[in-house]
């Protein structure tokens, strides 16, 4: 058994643990290997392991990987901030997009998204600590946001996201998890069918399927540690 096998074994196993500790079913959580900054052939490997969602931070060494690994039926997130001059580039390449949190880019990759492809799945990351620097919308400034994205017809709106501060502080963690399925609760209420909390990462990933995750982007804890890509930033290396 290879180290990226025993590692997604391990994770699997952790996840099902977390589930059933929550009083969930495991089939209702699913993980994300983000394989950002690893070759395609670590992703061929997880692959061949039975793992089919797959997390890239990077359009362009996205795209690389998913143009190299075309036929394996992979899954591909699109996970952080997006520029404007990459949303083609994701729009055509990626089917899930977790890092939404302007109406500017959600409106170009609703423009971009080619008409053969089915909508591209979103979710609203959302900044619940306000933290200075740190992407994602004001929780006071989702609803807006939600209704803005919900009217694009090449997007459908399937939740929220977050990345919580850097903490050892499970009961913060806790709470910034509960926040978040608080907002999407709201939403629903107010006739959304939001499915979708993408929450939790290596270090807090059992803790916020505890707290309704639905996805969980684990990186490190599957793949290993991994080098700093150039221009990435703290929120995009807590995988």
Known sequence: MTTISANLQAVRARVSAAAHAAGRDAAAVGLVAVSKTWPAAAVAEAAACGQRAFGENYAQEGVQKVRELTGLGL????????????????????DWVHGLEREKIAARLSAQRPAGLAPLQVCIQVNLGLEAGKSGVAPADVQALARAVAKLPGLRLRGLMCIPEATDNTELLARRFGELAA?????????????????????????AIACGATLVRVGSAIFGSRARSPGSAREKDRT
């Open 75 to 94: 899954e591909w997130h699109f996970i952080g901030p997006l520029q404007s001059n990459k949303t083609q580039l994701v729009a055509e390449h990626f």
């Open 183 to 207: 907002l999407r609760n709201a939403l629903n209420a107010e006739g959304y069918a939001l499915d979708t909390l993408s929450m939790g990462m290596s270090q807090d990933f059992e803790l």
